[in-house]
């Protein structure tokens, strides 16, 4: 009995360390694929000086980017962690996205904190009747909410309000910018990158986001 149990336990590690080895293989490609993705979207304005992975999951790759342009840029990938099975069903489980984080300086402080974060949601109903099929429904489309810590806000086109529009035009899941080091950080899909098209979008989303921000530095 004790020798059965040791062979299971035996065979369960083999197959846990087989799975480990083939996935953070199968990740390893994904973030070489990826760091293309990256270099396509740059098209030359930049260029990539090193990468190296922080664990089976995350890739961190450093960027540079020409004069008056980003400072310390670097990007944080994020796979879905498959060589850890447990993890993994728990990401596919909450649907959680494969993303791409940019992170840089300005080359000068804003004044202003703000995140920006995209979100959507969705609902089903549970049936329609012949009796609610009959009303007339009236749709509406919101515009941007803003929560705000300021006690008078200047209705203007200020880096807030074109961070929100380029958000809501772009692949961009969540964008910040704060004081301090890093001072701007954005968030994508990482399949969003995929197509040279949107990637090339983005990081023209970068540059204007960064661009807006420049009129309110210390």
């Not at 993705?37 to 890739?59: F, K, M, P, Q, T």
């Not at 489309?141 to 958000?167: C, S």
């Not at 968030?187 to 969003?192: I, M, N, R, S």
């Amino acid at each position: 009995m004790g020798r059965l149990l040791l062979i299971d336990v035996a065979g369960a590690a083999a197959i846990l360390g087989l799975w480990y080895l083939l996935f953070a293989a199968y990740n390893r490609r994904r973030g070489a694929q990826a760091l293309r993705w990256v270099e396509s979207a740059c098209d030359g304005r930049a260029r990539i000086l090193d990468s190296h992975w922080l664990n089976s999951s995350r890739l961190y790759a450093r960027l540079q980017f020409p004069l008056r342009s980003f400072d310390n840029a670097h990007v944080t990938m994020r796979f879905r962690p498959r060589p850890l099975p447990v993890q993994w069903l728990l990401s596919c489980w909450r649907k959680q996205k494969e993303t791409l984080t940019f992170e840089a300086d300005l080359g000068g402080s804003p004044s202003f904190q703000l995140e920006v974060m995209r979100q959507r949601w969705c609902a089903h109903s549970r049936g329609v009747t012949a009796r609610r099929a009959q009303r007339e429904w009236d749709i509406y489309q919101p515009g941007p909410v803003i929560l705000t810590t300021r006690t008078h806000w200047k209705q203007d086109h200020t880096p807030e309000l074109n961070a929100l529009m380029a958000v809501r035009e772009r692949d961009v899941l969540q964008v910040c910018f704060c004081p301090w080091s890093p001072q701007f950080s954005a968030t994508v899909a990482l399949d969003a990158l995929a197509d040279p098209q949107s990637a090339s979008a983005f990081l023209a989303t970068l540059r204007g986001l960064a661009a807006g921000a420049s009129a309110h530095r210390q």
